[in-house]
Structures are given as C-alpha cells and as structure tokens.
C-alpha cells in the first residue's frame, strides 16, 4: 500500500493581476462612496443643530410658563460654532454664563439671518407658507408661552425664524430652519434643493 504524498501546488495564493483588479475596484468603490457619505454626515450635522435649537427654544417656552416670567434665547459664536443660551429677558445686555441653559448648533453650522451663497434656497419661509411675517431677532416667550419681542417691559407677540447653512467641501452647502408661529409652535424645516419641507 502506498499512501499518496499532497503534491505542492504551483497555483497557491493570488497573482499579480488578481490583486490589482481587486485594489482597484476597490479604490473606484471608494471614490463613489466618499462624497455620497460626507453629504450624509453633513446633513446629520445639519439636522442636528435645527433638532439643538427648536430644543433650547421649546426649553425656554417651559421655563418662562414654570418661572411666569419672561425668558429669552440669546445667540452668540463660539469657538464650536453657534451657542444658543436661555436668560431672563429682562436683564439689559446679557452675556452666556456656565449656569444658564445653553446648546451648541455645532460647526460647521452657521446661524443666519438672510439667504445666500452657493446653494442657497431660492423661497424664503415668509407670510405665503407660514401664515406670519417672521422676526429674525432673538425671541422671547412670555408667562403664557407665547412668543414675543420683547423691548421695554414690553412684549410684542410675533413668529420668528432662524436659517441655519453649513460649508461643505463638496457640492452646495445645506439649509434648514427653525420657526415659531405666533402661537408658539416651533416647526423644523429642510431645503430639499426644490423646496422646503418639515
């Protein structure tokens, strides 16, 4: 009885060939995917300082009806980007201090208060889609919850809105916006490059 001895074989591993065509594969892969994912993390980013600042606002909403005084949201920049801070609407020149309520809309989003630049939307959200004429200064909301401006001890109920843009390396930069009716509903709204949407 023989026992048969594995032969080597001269076909073991990959060739030259073989591996190039797979490299380059996958670095055709990765170049398609790479812009497609940096639009996803933007548009996260994005999302998420219009999800931060209808949050700090409905945050101040509840503080002004609990406290039954007037409270204010203040923005300011920062070396993250946009700050968003709550503080009584009554004190004169307020500056964000570690106690008061605050959110960071992240960078590289930016707060704006008019529509331009590369990819800007072309409608603004005015009295024809939102029913109001919108304020752009900072809102205040009164003991009853309602939005206002607020100047002098007085309070002058208005709706307000926020734009909101980001700079990305590739393509048109993305918007979104946050308003306040003048009932005190905050909508998020998204420029889908045609129109806005909420």
């Not at 591996?19 to 170049?31: E, H, P």
Request: charged share 10%.
């Amino acid at each position: 009885m023989h026992r048969l001895k594995p032969q080597a074989s001269n076909n073991a591993g990959f060739s030259l060939l073989e591996i190039t065509v797979v490299v380059s594969i996958l670095l055709v892969l990765g170049a398609m995917l790479v812009p497609t994912m940096m639009t996803v993390i933007a548009n996260a980013r994005l999302r998420g300082g219009a999800t931060n600042l209808s949050g700090i606002l409905q945050g101040c909403r509840m503080t002004a009806v609990k406290q039954n005084r007037t409270m204010a949201v203040h923005f300011t920049v920062i070396s993250a980007g946009p700050l968003a801070y709550v503080k009584d609407a009554t004190i004169g020149s307020p500056s964000v201090s570690s106690t008061d309520p605050q959110v960071e809309l992240g960078a590289p989003v930016s707060l704006v208060s008019s529509l331009s630049g590369p990819g800007a939307p072309s409608v603004a959200l005015d009295n024809t889609i939102l029913g109001f004429t919108p304020q752009t200064g900072d809102p205040s909301f009164n003991p009853r919850g309602s939005p206002c401006s607020y100047s002098g001890g007085n309070c002058t109920n208005y709706g307000f809105v926020y734009y909101l843009t980001d700079s990305r390396p590739l393509g048109k930069s993305g918007w979104a916006a946050v308003t306040i009716s003048p009932a005190g509903r905050i909508t998020k709204w998204f420029w889908n490059g045609y129109a806005w949407a909420n």
